[in-house]
């Protein structure tokens, strides 16, 4: 007889000290982001409100950019512009409500040459107060910062709630409705999961944009910029204080001349930010301070935006932070809800979920059983790994290239890009092998009996949707396999082991591969199935369906097996 080893959950709630330490733990969490939350709804309101000013025209009079020798932020856009509200005059001298300069001379020279003196612009004035106006309102992508600290909101209520809420007694209830409660309740927890996946999911959209799409996109357009003989006016390293500890970044401010104008600009490259590391940052200060004839390249539609550092290096790979954020979301939101329409075993209603994780002896009747994963979306997944791996590698050789066409610069390693493209062809292979998948035939797998008993009996119809005569063989798999999760230091893992394999049917006949069915004992001597949160017992029904020259029929579905009557 073969044993299969497993580790039960204890049943004893947490002692009241403990729920107290779980209820502090987590009431940080939600007062953290609740204090967040209060900051941002009020910067909200107050963009909402900004909604209602009345929009003027206005006459720019004169704008510059003005250095302060103090501060983090010594770059000012200052402007006067000229209006007129209800038959008065006033001047005003607002760029952006709160806006207080920037640490960034580009920036500020931006707003310079678009709100150049004589300019008929618009400006919106305050109707309680005329005196008051701005040439641009708060955006309202504000709101999208909400969904930032709201996750710790979510983990801080949810963890509380289930610390103290109280758990019926279900061994004094009936069977069948401590399986609907839990049922029930697996859906709402599955519905909450969804919302907590999609809150990542808006969280890696709204920062993809900025963070990841903009400084990308900018940097293969630089690739076309005009290389520009410039002067460094200023090179330094600027140390920055956090909760982290001090971070760096390389700050050059250099001159240039471009269409018998002269212009400013400190843009280094098009990621910006700080990290930690004063030497790499202070070599390249040096440079620039000793360099006789630096370049740097000029955007020829808008002369005024330059950078020192194009093509492409490793701190763009930061650029893909955000992705992660995205794919887990929208992945974890798909998963969810799509495990949500199916049951335990597979179908549309196995026996309930008693409290040991076992699942109930309730029958059911005949269930027609659902596949533990669609082709599409195995092949959605598959695509959008290809996309970012080929689409990351494309960029490096791109950049790479348009350095080397301008004189500069040099290809990757060749086995770098021999590995990597290796890996990006095979996942692109993968995709489209997902994709002709997409066009097989769709097995209908029913069962005679929803809950399989351990020694018991059932039977097995098997039809398809579409062209089953493309399969020239058929075989139909009983499996059984126990996964395991532990960890190792502060690594988790998951082993898997097939414990049981029973070859239930094959065949090469066309009508039988259309339809047909099959009966077959469960073997007594194994295991029930079985899941709790380290350690599961899965049994299922594998199909395989041969095709010549085109990927193969796979599909597996879960079934519900219960201890026997003599368990």
Same mark, same amino acid.
């Given at each position: 007889?073969?044993?299969?080893?497993?580790?039960?959950?204890?049943?004893?709630?947490?002692?009241?000290?403990?729920?107290?330490?779980?209820?502090?733990?987590?009431?940080?969490?939600?007062?953290?982001?609740?204090?967040?939350?209060?900051?941002?709804?009020?910067?909200?309101?107050?963009?909402?409100?900004?909604?209602?000013?009345?929009?003027?025209?206005?006459?720019?009079?004169?704008?510059?950019?003005?250095?302060?020798?103090?501060?983090?932020?010594?770059?000012?856009?200052?402007?006067?512009?000229?209006?007129?509200?209800?038959?008065?005059?006033?001047?005003?001298?607002?760029?952006?409500?709160?806006?207080?300069?920037?640490?960034?001379?580009?920036?500020?020279?931006?707003?310079?040459?678009?709100?150049?003196?004589?300019?008929?612009?618009?400006?919106?004035?305050?109707?309680?107060?005329?005196?008051? !106006? $701005?040439?641009? +309102?708060?955006?309202?992508?504000? =709101? #999208?910062?909400? /969904? %930032?600290?709201?996750?710790?909101?979510?983990? *801080?209520?949810?963890?509380?709630?289930?610390?103290?809420?109280?758990?019926?007694?279900?061994?004094?209830?009936?069977?069948?409705?401590?399986?609907?409660? !839990? $049922?029930?309740? +697996?859906?709402?927890?599955?519905? =909450? #999961?969804?919302? /907590? %996946?999609?809150?990542?999911?808006?969280?890696? *959209?709204?920062?993809?944009?900025?963070?990841?799409?903009?400084?990308?996109?900018?940097?293969?357009?630089?690739?076309?910029?005009?290389?520009?003989?410039?002067? $460094?006016?200023?090179?330094?390293?600027?140390?920055?204080?956090?909760?982290?500890?001090?971070?760096?970044?390389?700050?050059?401010?250099?001159?240039?001349?471009?269409?018998?104008?002269?212009?400013?600009?400190?843009?280094?490259?098009?990621?910006?930010?700080?990290?930690?590391?004063?030497?790499?940052?202070?070599?390249?200060?040096?440079?620039?301070?000793?360099?006789?004839?630096?370049?740097?390249?000029?955007?020829?539609?808008?002369?005024?935006?330059?950078?020192?550092?194009?093509?492409?290096?490793?701190?763009?790979?930061?650029?893909?932070?955000?992705?992660?954020?995205?794919?887990?979301?929208?992945?974890?939101?798909?998963?969810?809800?799509?495990?949500?329409?199916?049951?335990?075993?597979?179908?549309?209603?196995?026996?309930?979920?008693?409290?040991?994780?076992?699942?109930?002896?309730?029958?059911?009747?005949?269930?027609?059983?659902?596949?533990?994963?669609?082709?599409?979306?195995?092949?959605?997944?598959?695509?959008?790994?290809?996309?970012?791996?080929?689409?990351?590698?494309?960029?490096?050789?791109?950049?790479?290239?348009?350095?080397?066409?301008?004189?500069?610069?040099?290809?990757?390693?060749?086995?770098?890009?021999?590995?990597?493209?290796?890996?990006?062809?095979?996942?692109?292979?993968?995709?489209?092998?997902?994709?002709?998948?997409?066009?097989?035939?769709?097995?209908?797998?029913?069962?005679?009996?929803?809950?399989?008993?351990?020694?018991?009996?059932?039977?097995?119809?098997?039809?398809?949707?579409?062209?089953?005569?493309?399969?020239?063989?058929?075989?139909?798999?009983?499996?059984?396999?126990?996964?395991?999760?532990?960890?190792?230091?502060?690594?988790?893992?998951?082993?898997?082991?097939?414990?049981?394999?029973?070859?239930?049917?094959?065949?090469?006949?066309?009508?039988?591969?259309?339809?047909?069915?099959?009966?077959?004992?469960?073997?007594?001597?194994?295991?029930?199935?079985?899941?709790?949160?380290?350690?599961?017992?899965?049994?299922?029904?594998?199909?395989?369906?041969?095709?010549?020259?085109?990927?193969?029929?796979?599909?597996?579905?879960?079934?519900?097996?219960?201890?026997?009557?003599?368990?």
């Amino acid at each position: 007889m073969m044993t299969v080893g497993f580790h039960r959950r204890s049943g004893r709630a947490p002692s009241t000290v403990g729920k107290l330490g779980l209820s502090l733990f987590f009431f940080f969490f939600f007062a953290i982001g609740s204090l967040f939350e209060l900051f941002i709804l009020r910067e909200i309101v107050r963009v909402t409100g900004q909604r209602a000013w009345k929009e003027t025209t206005c006459t720019i009079i004169a704008g510059e950019v003005q250095e302060r020798q103090e501060g983090s932020e010594p770059y000012v856009f200052v402007v006067r512009y000229r209006y007129e509200y209800e038959g008065r005059t006033y001047e005003g001298t607002g760029y952006r409500r709160g806006y207080n300069g920037g640490g960034e001379y580009s920036k500020a020279q931006e707003l310079v040459e678009k709100y150049p003196a004589g300019l008929a612009a618009s400006c919106y004035v305050n109707p309680t107060d005329p005196n008051e !106006a $701005v040439l641009e +309102r708060d955006s309202l992508l504000i =709101g #999208l910062v909400f /969904f %930032f600290p709201l996750i710790f909101v979510v983990i *801080g209520a949810g963890g509380f709630y289930f610390t103290w809420r109280k758990r019926p007694p279900e061994e004094a209830q009936p069977i069948a409705s401590v399986g609907a409660a !839990a $049922v029930r309740r +697996r859906g709402l927890g599955k519905l =909450g #999961l969804a919302a /907590f %996946f999609a809150i990542f999911a808006i969280a890696g *959209g709204a920062m993809l944009y900025p963070l990841g799409i903009k400084p990308i996109a900018r940097t293969v357009a630089a690739e076309s910029w005009v290389e520009t003989p410039c002067r $460094v006016l200023r090179a330094e390293v600027r140390d920055h204080d956090s909760d982290d500890g001090t971070t760096y970044s390389v700050y050059v401010l250099y001159e240039y001349e471009f269409g018998e104008r002269t212009y400013k600009c400190d843009r280094y490259d098009f990621m910006g930010g700080s990290s930690s590391g004063y030497d790499g940052k202070a070599r390249i200060v040096a440079e620039y301070e000793s360099a006789e004839r630096p370049v740097c390249y000029v955007d020829p539609g808008n002369p005024s935006q330059a950078v020192l550092r194009r093509g492409f290096h490793a701190k763009l790979l930061f650029a893909l932070f955000p992705l992660p954020f995205l794919l887990v979301g929208v992945g974890g939101v798909i998963g969810t809800l799509r495990s949500k329409r199916s049951s335990v075993g597979g179908g549309a209603s196995l026996g309930p979920i008693g409290p040991t994780g076992l699942i109930g002896p309730a029958d059911g009747g005949r269930q027609v059983l659902t596949a533990t994963s669609s082709p599409k979306a195995k092949f959605i997944i598959v695509l959008i790994a290809a996309v970012v791996w080929n689409g990351v590698i494309a960029l490096v050789v791109v950049l790479a290239l348009g350095r080397l066409g301008h004189g500069g610069g040099s290809l990757p390693p060749v086995p770098f890009l021999l590995l990597f493209g290796a890996v990006g062809l095979g996942l692109a292979a993968a995709a489209v092998h997902q994709l002709l998948a997409l066009f097989n035939p769709r097995p209908t797998i029913e069962l005679s009996r929803g809950a399989i008993p351990l020694g018991g009996t059932t039977e097995v119809q098997w039809s398809f949707r579409g062209q089953a005569s493309r399969i020239q063989e058929l075989v139909l798999m009983l499996r059984g396999v126990e996964e395991a999760r532990y960890r190792s230091g502060k690594n988790t893992h998951t082993a898997n082991n097939t414990f049981y394999e029973l070859e239930l049917h094959r065949t090469a006949d066309s009508y039988d591969i259309a339809s047909g069915q099959v009966g077959f004992v469960m073997p007594a001597d194994t295991m029930h199935s079985f899941e709790a949160d380290n350690n599961k017992i899965l049994w299922s029904l594998d199909v395989h369906g041969s095709i010549r020259r085109w990927p193969d029929v796979k599909e597996s579905f879960k079934i519900n097996v219960v201890p026997g009557a003599s368990s």
